[in-house]
T-cell receptor
Framework: GDSVTQMEGPVTLSEEACLTINCTYTATGYPSLFWYVQYPGEGLQLLLKATKADDKGSNKGFEATYRKETTSFHLEKGSVQVSDSAVYFCALSAGLGNTPLVFGKGTRLSVIA | GAVVSQHPSRVICKSGTSVKIECRSL??????MFWYRQFPKQSLMLMATSNEGSKATYEQGVEKDKFLINHASLTLSTLTVTSAHPEDSSFYIC?????????????????FGPGTRLTVL
């Protein structure tokens, strides 16, 4: 079945450091890919998405490019802030209607001042 | 994006009681709603998928008599944890997916509620 694998955390970075969280997927067909962020004690918020190969999703300084050839959707940010501390989930959606999102296990990011 | 609300945000109850959690799509019609459970520092585990007007489809290992799901309208789904026990304590998150009848901006997007933290004493 479809699956998402993302790097395990926790990841601890100093403020203004570069961030990369790796995400690879396995799916039949052409899934849409997502990154969600969960701040402490809150639900999930969509951070960015890409719906087809070579699309780049971007938001709040984060970006990720849909790479079909490597089945990857790595999350990157050039300069992280303390406020970026959260858990990041990579996910895919392989169909319409009843098809739920398939999530990776999440990567906890801690940014220290 | 569209807004999904959950109520209550936190609930503490005694063992043996039942707890109802509501999930509402506030500005779009959700043909499909999903219920997830999240244990501390872990990923989301899909519990069930519900479609308006029909019975929910439960994931393997999820007791349908324990976790009752009702999707009575295009904007409301409820999860009732019956005879709750301490092991049911968890963070429950719903999500709603826009359908064809809704705004094209929300079609097939999945929006998450803020979650409900259930603590069973």
């Amino acid at each position: 079945g479809d699956s998402v694998t993302q790097m395990e955390g926790p990841v601890t970075l100093s403020e203004e450091a570069c961030l990369t969280i790796n995400c690879t997927y396995t799916a039949t067909g052409y899934p849409s890919l997502f990154w969600y962020v969960q701040y402490p004690g809150e639900g999930l918020q969509l951070l960015l998405k890409a719906t087809k190969a070579d699309d780049k999703g971007s938001n709040k300084g984060f970006e990720a490019t849909y790479r079909k050839e490597t089945t990857s959707f790595h999350l990157e940010k050039g300069s992280v802030q303390v406020s970026d501390s959260a858990v990041y989930f990579c996910a895919l959606s392989a169909g319409l209607g009843n098809t739920p999102l398939v999530f990776g296990k999440g990567t906890r990011l801690s940014v220290i001042a | 994006g569209a807004v999904v609300s959950q109520h209550p945000s936190r609930v503490i109850c005694k063992s043996g009681t039942s707890v109802k959690i509501e999930c509402r799509s506030l500005d779009f019609q959700a043909t499909t709603m999903f219920w997830y459970r999240q244990f501390p520092k872990q990923s989301l585990m899909l519990m069930a998928t519900s479609n308006e007007g029909s019975k929910a489809t439960y994931e393997q290992g999820v007791e349908k008599d324990k976790f009752l799901i009702n999707h009575a309208s295009l904007t409301l789904s409820t999860l009732t944890v019956t005879s709750a026990h301490p092991e049911d304590s968890s963070f429950y998150i719903c999500s709603a997916r826009g359908g064809l009848s809704g705004s094209s901006a929300h079609y097939n997007e999945q929006f998450f509620g803020p979650g409900t933290r259930l603590t069973v004493l």
